[in-house]
């Protein structure tokens, strides 16, 4: 893949804990728009990759990387890159929807724009809008927007998160397990989320569910302890993998 096409280009990325490398010499082009996948089994690194990608790692202590990560070919991990700024254009979903509890769903949707100070008064109705339409949960909460946003259901609370994220116009979303505390059918909202999403937003997915990448990704990654297997068109990667521990894993020969 070429890189003028990449989102994100990741290069011999090393990361761990203390004397624990769980990354090991990653290099891959994300690439922009659409829907990128990260699978593996347990304890691969998945996580730890995304992490890497909007300088959430870092925040652990003991943690450590090593490498390059450029998102539009500026690396962002350079000293004068502000994390805080950075992780407004790479934004995060969290694997348990994470609303904040003292919070009505209004503010929950404008909290990003408040902690980096770009919340204007004057367009919260307009921009709490739009970001609700955008993770299709507008039409069910319009008329209870003063309301806590721990009252809705799991998978409301999920797309709550996502339109967070949304609010402050990100480039990128990066999605970690997203609907692994969800039921089937709250599941299946945010996987046509995101392929709706896709057309304006580049989107990692880290996912234990094979049947979900496939569904949901363009892209997909296998990671196995820490290194990267193998990384192609997801219809390739689940028809026809090159590497015979990619076929191994799909077709539940160990995970």
């Known amino acids: 893949m070429s890189t003028e096409a990449a989102k994100f280009q990741v290069s011999g990325l090393r990361a761990g804990f203390g004397s624990n490398e769980v990354l090991r010499d990653i290099s891959m082009d994300v690439p922009a728009m659409g829907v990128t996948a990260i699978i593996g089994p347990s304890g691969c690194g998945k996580s730890t990759f995304i992490r890497c990608l909007n300088r959430m790692h870092e925040r652990v202590p003991s943690a450590y990387v090593q490498g390059d990560v450029c998102l539009d ?18 934004g995060m979903v969290f694997q348990k929807p994470n609303p904040f509890p003292h919070m009505t769903i209004q503010e929950n949707v404008l909290a990003g724009l408040t902690l980096t100070g770009k919340r204007d ?15 299709a949960l507008w039409d069910e909460v319009k008329d209870r927007l003063d309301q806590p946003g721990v009252g809705l259901s799991g998978g409301q609370q999920q797309r709550l998160c996502i339109a967070r994220s ?12 997203p609907c692994s505390a969800l039921d089937p059918i709250a599941t299946a909202r945010i996987e046509d989320l995101i392929r709706e999403l896709k057309e304006r937003y580049t989107i990692v997915i880290v996912t234990h569910n094979m049947q979900q990448a496939a569904r949901a990704s363009d892209m997909t990654a296998f990671l196995l302890m820490g290194n990267l297997v193998e990384f192609s068109q997801t219809s390739q990667l689940f028809t026809s993998p090159k590497d015979s521990r990619t076929e191994d894993y799909i077709t539940g020969k160990f995970g």
Do not use: F, W
């Open 73 to 90: 070919g500026s690396d962002i991990y350079a000293a004068e890159v502000d994390p805080v700024l950075l992780r407004r254009r790479v």
């Open 121 to 135: 008064a004057s367009t919260d109705a307009e921009v709490v809008e739009k970001a609700l339409q955008q993770a």
């Open 166 to 177: 949304l609010a402050v116009e990100p480039d990128v979303l990066l999605m970690d397990e």
